[in-house]
């Protein structure tokens, strides 16, 4: 078996033979050669993906107008209310200090009457002391009372066109 290995050093343990040089009787063969190369594979040029354009859907942009519309009109109201509210302050200060003068004035005013100046101005003038017969009671006892209220006659879309135009101008009258 060792003579047999010497004579095929082609197979050297778990190398595998060489179909082309050796045959099955142990003659040794001539490797075929190809008549024609093979014809050239030409691989195909990677074309580039599309790239997508970008559009904003008319639905989209309406949308997003109304929306920042909206916000703007928050926003307004939001600063209407506040210079509302500065406002009302501001006049309840007014107010706080004119009830103080009024009652300074009322006090100073009282403090000043003399009824006996006053009777004795009224008898120059010929005036005098009422009598019992001219005496005349009322009975109100009553509930009776009137109220005037003020109707608006204005259709729906004659008030909304109003509400709009108003809020329109109060923007307009902001950033001036």
Known sequence: ?????????????SV??????VRFDGSTAVKPIPAALP?????????RAPKAKLTIAPFAAVGLAIAVFLLAMVVYSYVQLYETTNRTGELRQELAAAEVDMSKLR????SKINLDDIELRAREL???????KQTVYLNVAGTD????LQVDNRSFLEKAWGAVTGSFRGIVEYFR
Request: a neutral charge; zero cysteines.
């Open 1 to 13: 078996m060792a003579a047999k290995m010497n004579q095929l050093p082609e197979t050297m343990g």
């Open 16 to 21: 595998a033979y060489d179909v082309y040089k």
């Open 39 to 47: 014809e050239e594979k030409v691989a195909p040029k990677k074309q």
């Open 107 to 110: 006090s100073a005013y009282e």
């Open 126 to 132: 010929g005036m005098s002391q009422p009598t019992t």
């Open 145 to 148: 009372r009137a109220e005037v």
